[in-house]
């Protein structure tokens, strides 16, 4: 559901009634993860998507029909001979779809809210579902915020909310959309209700130093993903808010000194476009030691191997050096900034999802690979 918080929220807001049909968990080939929503509100506007084209049409229905009963609902959807060109998935994968009714009536519409208030504003939030359990409380919802309080309820014994909010915090903590088993009165011994958890944290960032003509183009493709955008040069003439109007935030500082006194953490982007030594060598060297996602850096193999040389003098061992993307980017055969800034992002991706980067055409491993801890 909070995979489109912002379309709902304004939904909410407008006061329409609508079902949301969320993607509670996969099996094989699934084209999208758990959390993946579409909905579908009164007068049959769709918004979302579950799977990329191949159920909707029967999530749609299912929507439809909650909304006259407003009794939530669970469909498995799957590959078979029969209905592998009708309703099932052709990827040959399965996904377990969770239809939930909200309409004014609904008993958790103020805690649906809420979450998706909390998720529209790019606050972090985690929101808890009974995905699979008794009648009467599934589809039930309780928002846990970042400071730990939490609102609305299951529906069950009282020991259930407080194991359930621990349990969604954990997972809030680890930036992470998950299931959780538990028992009805609130033990950890699975078997009789599953929580499907989504939760939302602030956007992940990407750090650009070297305000250049591949940043601006970098810049785009950064937000495009979904990164909070951050330039910084030490130079103030190139570092400015009118040649990276996309940007989150332009800052003039000289780049190690910055990264030294801003928030980072385990999902940050680090991109080096700078390839001047007196700005990546003192960079690198604090980067590198960093628990954070990427760190990539541009310049010429030439340019690696000097840079390379120049990090080990600094005090680097191979462990760290062994760290940085360098040079950085796909082999694209990329030209233009937007190819090359195509190319950098294309390898952060990989990264991410631990792609090879090779093409499909002709490949072995799975298509869609689900990391343990891996980010929603």
Same mark, same amino acid.
């Given at each position: 559901m909070l995979d489109i918080a912002g379309e709902l929220h304004r939904w909410m807001a407008e006061g329409r009634e609508f079902a949301v049909g969320t993607v509670v968990s996969t099996g094989g080939s699934a084209p999208r993860g758990p959390g993946a929503a579409l909905a579908v509100d009164s007068a049959g506007t769709v918004i979302g998507s579950v799977s990329g084209g191949c159920v909707e049409g029967a999530v749609y229905e299912l929507c439809a029909g909650a909304l006259q009963d407003g009794e939530a609902v669970?469909?498995? &959807?799957?590959y078979s001979d029969e209905d592998a060109f009708a309703v099932g998935l052709t990827c040959g994968g399965v996904i377990d779809v969770m239809v939930t009714p909200v309409r004014a009536d609904s008993p958790d519409r103020a805690v649906l809210r809420a979450a998706l208030a909390v998720a529209a504003s790019g606050a972090a939030g985690a929101l808890a579902r009974v995905v699979s359990g008794p009648d009467g409380l599934l589809g039930r919802s309780l928002l846990v915020r970042a400071d730990g309080t939490h609102e609305g309820g299951l529906g069950g014994h009282p020991a259930l909310d407080r194991t359930a909010a621990a349990e969604a915090r954990a997972l809030l903590d680890a930036g992470r959309t998950g299931t959780v088993e538990l028992s009805e009165d609130g033990s950890h011994c699975p078997g009789g209700l599953t929580l499907l958890v989504e939760t939302r944290v602030p956007p992940p960032r990407m750090i650009v130093f070297g305000a250049v003509d591949f940043a601006a183009a970098l810049v785009r493709v950064g937000k495009f993903l979904g990164h909070h955008v951050t330039v910084c %040069? $030490?130079?103030?003439? &190139?570092?400015?808010?009118?040649?990276?109007?996309? $940007?989150?935030?332009?800052?003039? %500082?000289?780049?190690? =000194?910055?990264?030294?006194?801003?928030?980072? %953490?385990?999902? +940050?982007?680090?991109?080096?476009l700078t390839h001047e030594a007196r700005f990546d060598v003192p960079l690198l060297t604090e980067a590198l030691r960093m628990p954070i996602a990427f760190v990539g850096a541009m310049g010429s193999r030439r340019t690696h191997e000097e840079r390379t040389r120049r990090l080990r003098e600094?005090?680097? !061992?191979?462990?760290? /050096? !062994?760290?940085?993307?360098?040079? @950085?980017? /796909? %082999?694209?055969?990329? =030209? +233009?900034? *937007? *190819?090359?800034?195509?190319? @950098?992002?294309? *390898? @952060?991706?990989?990264?991410r999802h631990g792609g090879t980067g090779l093409p499909l055409t002709g490949g072995v491993v799975p298509i869609h690979r689900h990391l343990s801890g891996a980010s929603a």
């Amino acid at each position: 559901m909070l995979d489109i918080a912002g379309e709902l929220h304004r939904w909410m807001a407008e006061g329409r009634e609508f079902a949301v049909g969320t993607v509670v968990s996969t099996g094989g080939s699934a084209p999208r993860g758990p959390g993946a929503a579409l909905a579908v509100d009164s007068a049959g506007t769709v918004i979302g998507s579950v799977s990329g084209g191949c159920v909707e049409g029967a999530v749609y229905e299912l929507c439809a029909g909650a909304l006259q009963d407003g009794e939530a609902v669970r469909e498995r &959807f799957g590959y078979s001979d029969e209905d592998a060109f009708a309703v099932g998935l052709t990827c040959g994968g399965v996904i377990d779809v969770m239809v939930t009714p909200v309409r004014a009536d609904s008993p958790d519409r103020a805690v649906l809210r809420a979450a998706l208030a909390v998720a529209a504003s790019g606050a972090a939030g985690a929101l808890a579902r009974v995905v699979s359990g008794p009648d009467g409380l599934l589809g039930r919802s309780l928002l846990v915020r970042a400071d730990g309080t939490h609102e609305g309820g299951l529906g069950g014994h009282p020991a259930l909310d407080r194991t359930a909010a621990a349990e969604a915090r954990a997972l809030l903590d680890a930036g992470r959309t998950g299931t959780v088993e538990l028992s009805e009165d609130g033990s950890h011994c699975p078997g009789g209700l599953t929580l499907l958890v989504e939760t939302r944290v602030p956007p992940p960032r990407m750090i650009v130093f070297g305000a250049v003509d591949f940043a601006a183009a970098l810049v785009r493709v950064g937000k495009f993903l979904g990164h909070h955008v951050t330039v910084c %040069d $030490a130079r103030p003439v &190139f570092a400015t808010p009118a040649r990276f109007p996309e $940007a989150d935030e332009v800052v003039v %500082d000289w780049p190690h =000194r910055y990264l030294r006194r801003t928030p980072t %953490d385990a999902r +940050t982007v680090l991109c080096v476009l700078t390839h001047e030594a007196r700005f990546d060598v003192p960079l690198l060297t604090e980067a590198l030691r960093m628990p954070i996602a990427f760190v990539g850096a541009m310049g010429s193999r030439r340019t690696h191997e000097e840079r390379t040389r120049r990090l080990r003098e600094a005090g680097l !061992n191979e462990r760290e /050096l !062994n760290r940085l993307r360098s040079p @950085i980017g /796909l %082999d694209l055969g990329a =030209r +233009t900034p *937007e *190819e090359t800034a195509l190319s @950098i992002a294309a *390898e @952060i991706v990989a990264a991410r999802h631990g792609g090879t980067g090779l093409p499909l055409t002709g490949g072995v491993v799975p298509i869609h690979r689900h990391l343990s801890g891996a980010s929603a």
